[in-house]
């Protein structure tokens, strides 16, 4: 009778720690719960979006500086850069924004919310999804 061989198994892994929750206590026994990483996350994409807002009112075929951009926002401005920015560069850059928001939206709500955390592959109503196997046999 052959010993059966002991296979040492790798050590367990720690459970993974859970992201730290903050509280800002409100008025009327209320509190505000935050995520610090996420609330991170969120600020880098803002400030990201707003230097591409920025850059996309300014460049062009015809330049305009960050300050002639603010002047021409508060009301001011020569009338030919405040056509160029108001009737041209922003109106693209709002529909842009507008366009990029109903897209993520829409490919949020194309697929149904997860049970779990990881959604199967098979969750969506892709075509492939649907289709039944092929048989071999030949008719």
């Known amino acids: 009778m052959n010993p059966t061989p002991v296979i040492d198994a790798p050590p367990a892994t720690p459970p ?6 903050r ?18 996350v969120a600020g880098l994409l ?7 807002a920025a850059w996309t009112l300014t460049a062009g075929d015809y330049p305009l500086p960050v300050r002639d951009v603010l002047d021409i926002l508060g009301g001011g401005g020569r009338r030919a850069d405040r056509y160029i920015v108001m009737e041209v560069r922003l ?5 842009a924004l507008l366009v990029g928001a109903a ?16 959604a199967a592959p ?3 109503a892709s075509p492939s999804a649907r289709r039944p196997a092929r048989s071999s046999s030949s008719c």
Do not use: D, N
Not at 25 to 35: A, D, M, Y
Not at 46 to 52: D, E, I, P, R, S
Not at 91 to 95: F, I, S
């Open 91 to 95: 109106p693209r850059l709002l529909t």
């Open 122 to 124: 098979t969750s969506s």
């Open 23 to 40: 509280s800002l206590p409100l008025p009327g026994g209320r509190s505000l719960r935050w995520h610090p990483r996420a609330t991170l």
């Open 46 to 52: 803002l400030l990201a979006l707003l230097g591409t």
């Open 103 to 118: 897209l993520g939206l829409a490919g949020r709500s194309s697929r149904p919310w997860p049970a779990t955390r990881w």
């Open 16 to 21: 993974a720690r859970p992201l730290p929750i």
